[in-house]
């Protein structure tokens, strides 16, 4: 089994109001990741997904693509400590 992992997910652009938090859910769930999405005062959108490193790379690609309204401009990832803290992947 692959080394759990924790990556906190900053993405930047027209990514509010498109139905980027529920793609990000469904991707997420898809892969078996846990954490959660939200969208952030300053119009962009952050997800916070725990699991196999490789899984949330994947699962970072589709944050970079979005859903089909989106224009995703900027992501950023920061890398940090396994928690285990959540027990599924919910929009918050």
Do not use: C
């Amino acid at each position: 089994m692959a080394a759990l992992s924790r990556a906190r997910i900053r993405v930047r652009g027209y990514v509010q109001g498109v139905g980027f938090r529920a793609f990000a859910q469904r991707k997420a769930l898809s892969r078996g990741l846990r954490g959660y999405v939200k969208n952030l005062p300053d119009g962009s959108v952050e997800a916070v997904a725990e699991g196999p490193k490789d899984l949330i790379q994947d699962f970072i690609i589709d944050l970079r693509s979005g859903p089909s309204l989106s224009e995703v401009e900027e992501v950023n990832v920061t890398w940090e400590q396994y928690v285990g803290e959540f027990v599924s992947f919910r929009i918050h």
